[in-house]
């Protein structure tokens, strides 16, 4: 029985576009790194991106030269820009992860051609995440005695009863862990580059990296093993790290902070701004590069969609902050839920927070707005904007009105708080340009499995196909006896 | 020249003639024999007589390590080391100690999963001699091959090349060492 081709493509997209081979997927993305001439606007886009890279280097000397108090810091806004743009960079990092893990785990074939520069993403995302905590210290050199655990002079251990200490652990780990599960999957596709490059630097360095491998089957058997182990792994890690990262706020006791919806509601907010950042970087990268055939219009609208559901996500959690504060009758946390919505100073940020993150959204119910390609790249700008205020929210509204009225205070950010916001935005651009540059964009070997020409023919069928062939002939055979 | 190979190889275009390929090999009586493609091809493992690879224990053991490391490292500092009583807690304050453990674990068997798979993989192996066939490149392209050792118990250079050009390659080569 032949199974209709229309109703397979509709059932399950083709995910790679375009008649391809091996070798022909193969050269399109090694090109990019090996043959083609690097194109003119990759130099205006990494000049560009260099440069307000340099407003990090500048920021971060004049910092360490004068100390944090050249930030708008204050008591009792003590966490400010450094907290709200390292929560903001590790959320966009965490799609990266559930890209590369999760839809690993649930079979989701789509993410084989997004997973390479959403991993590259999740990498330069917590470098720029770390860098701000870290630097919150004033002295880093001199932090690591109560950062990490080492026999030190001193004889001071870190208290580990304390979120930040486990914020330490959780974004270390989650570092490491994406840098690892990064490389695995590029040692098949560095192998690659060095068979094919002819400049022999490139080779050479290309070898180093591809750890000389051969494609040899028992080496795929444990690749394939560690692959899937590592997205097993990454998996409870990418959840637990933004759990933490949301512990930093629900174990204290501050009114605003103190609730125990914020791991799921930071997990789904970090994913949203997360996909937004994918797209953001994805639709211009495919026109740029051609790869209109391997990241396909229907992987933009499952974008689209994941951003709409984890948006929802997001927005239930707002609603459940306001309810808790108003359901636990108790004075700080009804007077906060008032202060932040409509009474206080900074109302205009909570609205502009529900216009970005909700509202926004709604379009993409909508087919026309979720497929087309400039709606879904300026509804991510505007949710990254978006996400960008939740945490401006959540920190100088919680923060600006303490216990006592006395200890009351405004907060706004001096341009030293914005010179490095941007720098980092940059330095993230920068290091995005160069991975474009020298790594393939798409895993290749991945990719190569989502050809017709992958399947081995005669010996088990394809589960998946059989299962569609099932269903479809049930749902047309005619009714017996008729 | 004959005298020291390290195998023969031969080259197949398609991932269904290598696996038929392979089963036939196997079915001859071959063991010392590896199956090279661009990608995984699950068919090989059972077509070649692939074992299941420790890999999975080895990574288990890794976590259980991380876990007892992360909550030793903690009991250390704050039970027998330098009790201090911080919030009211307990010295052994088993809940708090729960994220730098669970971090930990997942951790050591990240490590163990990417350098014990590494290690069993013999990697990095900068030369090996099937690299001296230059066809051999194809092998990250698109091309499959299959190769018997010399040192396989049955080999016989004139038999087993024989033999091997009855499987439908594309090309049969030698492979010196």
Redesign the interface.
């Known amino acids: 029985m032949q199974v209709d081709k229309e109703l397979q493509q509709k059932l399950r997209p083709a995910m790679v576009e375009g008649e391809h081979?091996?070798?022909s997927v193969?050269d399109k993305i090694s090109d990019v790194t090996l043959k083609k001439r690097t194109p003119f606007h990759w130099f205006i886009g990494f000049g560009i991106s260099f440069l307000v890279a340099q407003l990090l280097l500048f920021s971060v000397v004049w910092l360490l030269a004068n100390g944090i108090g050249v930030w708008g810091n204050n008591q009792p806004v003590g966490w400010a820009f450094d907290i709200i743009n390292f929560v903001w960079w590790i959320g966009i990092g965490h799609a990266g992860t559930l890209i590369s893990a999760i839809l690993l785990l649930l079979n989701q074939k789509w993410r084989t051609s997004i997973n390479r520069f959403a991993e590259a993403m999740t990498l330069f995302a917590v470098a720029c995440a770390a860098m701000f905590p870290l630097l919150h210290t004033g002295r880093p050199w001199l932090a690591a005695y109560w950062l990490f655990?080492y026999p030190n002079t001193m004889?001071i251990?870190?208290?580990?009863?304390s979120?930040l200490?486990?914020d330490v652990?959780?974004v270390s780990?989650y570092a490491?862990?994406s840098l690892?599960?990064w490389?695995?999957g590029l040692i098949?596709d560095f192998?690659?580059l060095?068979?094919?490059a002819k400049n022999k630097y490139y080779r050479f360095v290309y070898?180093i990296l591809a750890?000389?491998?051969?494609?040899?089957?028992?080496?795929?058997?444990?690749?394939?093993?560690?692959y899937l182990?590592?997205a097993g792994?990454s998996t409870?890690?990418v959840l637990?790290v933004h759990s933490?990262v949301s512990?930093d706020f629900a174990v204290s006791q501050i009114p605003g902070w103190h609730a125990t919806i914020f791991p799921p509601y930071f997990v789904a907010g970090a994913i949203f701004a997360g996909f937004a950042m994918v797209l953001i970087l994805c639709i211009p990268l495919r026109h740029w590069y051609r790869m209109q055939d391997f990241i396909t219009h229907t992987h933009l609208v499952y974008m689209g969609k994941v951003m709409l559901a984890t948006g929802l996500i997001v927005c239930y959690g707002y609603a459940m902050e306001a309810f808790f504060g108003w359901y636990s009758v108790a004075e700080y946390e009804v007077f906060m839920v008032k202060n932040r919505i409509w009474e206080g100073p900074y109302w205009w940020s909570y609205w502009l927070l529900i216009l970005c993150n909700g509202l926004s959204i709604q379009l993409l119910w909508f087919k026309r707005f979720r497929e087309s390609e400039f709606w879904l790249f300026t509804i991510s700008v505007v949710v990254s904007v978006g996400m960008w205020l939740e945490r401006f929210v959540i920190i100088v509204t919680s923060l600006h009105r303490d216990f006592l009225p006395s200890s009351w205070a405004m907060y706004s950010p001096q341009i030293w708080d914005w010179t490095m916001f941007i720098g980092t935005i940059g330095f993230f651009f920068t290091l995005i340009y160069l991975f474009v540059r020298f790594v393939p964009i798409i895993s290749i070997?991945?990719v190569?499995?989502l050809l017709p020409?992958?399947?081995?023919?005669?010996?088990?069928q394809d589960f998946d196909e059989s299962v569609l062939e099932v269903e479809y002939t049930y749902d047309r055979t005619d009714p017996p006896n008729s | 020249m004959a005298k020291n190979i390290y195998g023969i190889l031969a080259e197949f275009d398609t991932a269904t003639q290598l696996v038929d390929a392979a089963r036939k090999v196997r079915d001859a009586g071959y063991r010392k024999t590896d199956a090279f493609s661009p990608f995984p091809l699950h068919e090989i493992d059972e077509a070649l007589g692939i074992k299941r690879s420790i890999l999975p224990y080895l990574i288990f053991a890794g976590g259980i390590t991380g876990l007892l490391a992360g909550f030793g490292l903690q009991y250390f500092v704050h039970v027998i080391d330098w009790p201090i009583i911080v919030g009211g807690r307990p010295h052994l304050s088993l809940p708090a100690f729960v994220p730098p453990a669970y971090e930990l674990t997942i951790l050591f068997s990240a490590f163990v999963a990417v350098f014990g798979m590494l290690f069993l993989n013999g990697l990095p192996s900068p030369y090996h001699p099937v690299f001296n066939v230059p066809r051999f490149a194809l092998a990250t392209r698109e091309k499959f091959f299959l190769v018997v050792e010399a040192a396989d118990e049955k080999f016989d250079h004139e038999e087993t090349r024989k033999f091997m050009e009855t499987l439908g390659a594309q090309e049969v080569f030698d492979v010196p060492e």
């Open positions: 081979t091996f070798a193969t655990p004889g251990w870190p208290q580990f009863r979120p200490i486990w652990f959780a780990t490491t862990v690892l599960f490389y695995v098949p192998a690659t060095r068979d094919r070898a750890w000389g491998w051969r494609g040899s089957a028992r080496h795929w058997h444990r690749y394939e093993i560690t182990i590592l792994l409870p890690l637990s933490i512990f070997f991945e190569r499995t020409d992958a399947h081995v023919h005669g010996h088990q």
